[in-house]
């Protein structure tokens, strides 16, 4: 079965990746995906073999920033997976998700596969910070802010601030890496802490993924590859006020 599987991966791979040259390459890149399925999957009590839903590909920094930009190519892997996973009666408990993070400490032509369950829609909600009153919260860090993709000032002028690519975030960032409800950031005890919201492209600071951080000025924060900068000096240049009407803030 397994075997039927990387040869329906391997087949799509070389037919949807006509760039990649090095026949090796779809072959490793192939095995190493349904190895992932294969040690990650499991028995549901009905007897129903299980796969994991969750899939992220690591890759060398270039080659991870190539394929992030070819969303039609992820889509086109993502649904081998599933249509090979499918057809030899895998069942997934979620609808399955792709994700190229980077890993420096590959070779270029180097792949890592990790495979997991994504957390049920209730294990998620109750993951999620839950939002304190400001008389709990302590005073707000002076003068905070967000550079955002180097050319953008966000004030940070709340207790509490939400992040993500839904309208109705304190800070909207309209990319499509971007989850609708990516991150949070919340003053506890005088200083400002960044959460993860259980995002599907991850939270980064300097370059480490986290689920819960205490931000210092200067620190790099990474959406799914939208960067942002924290800051606690009065800023200094041209800046965009809350409410502005630039995509980034609509």
Not at 106 to 112: F, P
Not at 134 to 159: H, Y
């Amino acid at each position: 079965m397994l075997d039927r599987i990387e040869s329906r991966l391997q087949a799509a791979l070389e037919s949807r990746l006509p760039w990649i040259k090095n026949r090796h390459s779809t072959n490793s890149l192939a095995q190493q995906l349904v190895d992932a399925l294969y040690e990650k999957a499991k028995t549901s009590p009905d007897g129903q073999a299980v796969a994991p839903d969750d899939f992220i590909i690591y890759m060398h920094p270039e080659r991870a920033a190539a394929w992030n930009r070819q969303t039609d190519l992820l889509d086109d892997l993502l649904a081998a997976i599933q249509n090979a996973a499918d057809e030899e009666k895998y069942k997934f408990l979620q609808p399955p998700t792709l994700r190229v993070l980077s890993d420096s400490s590959l070779k270029t032509d180097a792949y890592k596969i990790s495979a997991d369950y994504k957390p049920s829609p209730l294990e998620q909600t109750a993951s999620m910070p839950v939002e304190q009153p400001a008389g709990d919260s302590g005073p707000l860090p002076k003068n905070a802010f967000l550079i955002v993709d180097g050319n953008r000032v966000f004030p940070l002028r709340q207790p509490v601030i939400n992040i993500g690519r839904r309208a109705d975030n304190h800070l909207t960032i309209d990319d499509p890496r971007v989850s609708r409800s990516h991150a949070q950031i919340r003053v506890t005890n005088g200083s400002y802490i960044l959460f993860d919201l259980n995002s599907t492209g991850g939270t980064y600071v300097n370059n480490e993924r986290i689920t819960r951080y205490s931000l210092q000025p200067g620190d790099v924060i990474s959406l799914a590859g939208v960067t942002l900068v924290y800051g606690e000096d009065a800023p200094t240049g041209p800046q965009k006020a809350e409410g502005s009407t630039s995509p980034l803030f609509t």
